[in-house]
């Protein structure tokens, strides 16, 4: 009876822990995203036209192409971070140690 109680005591124990859908490693991964984000609207950022003056900035390839592609990486990228799913090696499937 002892065994049996123990038994419904541990299973009892392992239903009352909460899964949480996002882990810590997604908290860190979306972090790292916004980073890549805010870095490409950084980029993206200069002078503008002022007046009648034309300011030849604004086509540097850092305002037109890698900002916008850091910020595109960064937006993809988290997507990938709010799925992403650590594998877990406790559960097994239990019928690879089956014999015939």
């Not at 850092?62 to 559960?91: C, E, Q, W």
């Amino acid at each position: 009876m002892a065994k049996e109680e123990k038994k419904t005591q541990v299973e009892n124990k392992e239903r009352a822990k909460v899964s949480y859908p996002l882990t810590k490693i997604n908290f860190i991964l979306m972090g790292i995203c916004l980073l890549l984000i805010i870095i490409g609207f950084w980029l993206m950022t200069g002078d503008a036209n002022v007046g009648n003056t034309f300011n030849k900035n604004i086509f540097e390839s850092s305002r037109i192409t890698t900002g916008p592609l850091i910020a595109f990486l960064g937006f993809v990228l988290m997507a990938f971070a709010i799925i992403y799913r650590k594998k877990d090696n406790k559960h097994t499937d239990d019928n690879t140690n089956v014999t015939e």
